[in-house]
């Protein structure tokens, strides 16, 4: 069994649908990063989580950590969105190693 | 601030020849990580330098080897490329303390043919 696992894998929305990915971990976590990666390869941070909840725009990420447990949230989907979402988390006395899950490709239609 | 910077972006060898990565952390960062990507296995750990001492190191073979330089610069090392090494080969570097992110570069593509 993975450290990190994500689920659904694949997921297809159409544009303006509420999405929900989740994260479940099996380690102690330090914090848990939600990234993005377009196409081409760069991937983006777009939160880092110790605990409760964060909101950037229209994405929200959550995090439970006695259930081990996290999700990201994207109202009102948009076909920019279209991108892998990859959890990884850091571990309690891991320095900066991240341990990824595999992730998930989201595709938003117009 | 510049964001990290990683060189060459793409890069073709042959099976046997060795490659040496480049990544420059943001200023100021002095832990620098590095990922391999492929689509078979996902996002791995490497290894992890803070301050030109590797802290971390992750399940890869010794022909996968590293440094840090004194400005936090940091170069990864394969020697005897092998089909299998062919991949995106992504540098993060980190500020000190917890709370800080990691912020990812735009990461190397390497084939090995």
């Known amino acids: 069994k993975n450290e990190v696992e994500q689920s659904p894998q694949n997921l297809t929305a159409q544009e303006g649908e509420f999405i929900t990915i989740n994260c479940s971990y099996s380690?102690?976590?330090?914090?848990l990063h939600w990234l993005q990666q377009h196409p081409g390869g760069g991937i983006v941070s777009l939160f880092m989580?110790?605990?409760g909840k964060k909101k950037h725009g229209r994405l929200i990420a959550t995090i439970n950590i006695q259930e081990k447990h996290s999700s990201l949230h994207i109202t009102a989907s948009h076909p920019r969105d279209s991108a892998v979402y990859i959890c990884?988390?850091?571990?309690?006395?891991?320095?900066?190693?991240?341990?990824f899950g595999e992730g998930t490709q989201l595709t938003v239609n117009p | 601030k510049a964001g990290v910077t990683q060189t060459p972006r793409y890069l073709i060898k042959t099976r046997g020849q060795q490659v040496t990565l480049s990544c420059s952390p943001i200023?100021?960062?002095?832990?620098v990580s590095w990922y391999q990507q492929t689509p078979g296995q996902g996002l791995q750990f490497l290894f992890e330098?803070?301050?030109?001492?590797?802290?971390n190191k992750g399940n890869f073979p010794g022909r996968f080897s590293g440094r840090q330089f004194s400005n936090s610069r940091s170069e990864m090392n394969v020697s005897t490329l092998e089909l299998g090494d062919s991949a995106l080969y992504l540098c993060?570097?980190?500020?000190?303390?917890?709370?800080?992110?990691?912020?990812f570069g735009p990461g190397t593509r390497l084939t090995v043919t």
């Open positions: 993060a570097s980190r500020g000190q303390g917890a709370s800080y992110e990691q912020y």
């Open positions: 380690v102690g976590i330090s914090a």
């Open positions: 989580l110790s605990s």
């Open positions: 990884a988390v850091r571990g309690e006395t891991s320095g900066s190693r991240l341990t």
């Open positions: 200023s100021g960062h002095r832990s």
């Open positions: 330098y803070f301050s030109e001492t590797q802290r």
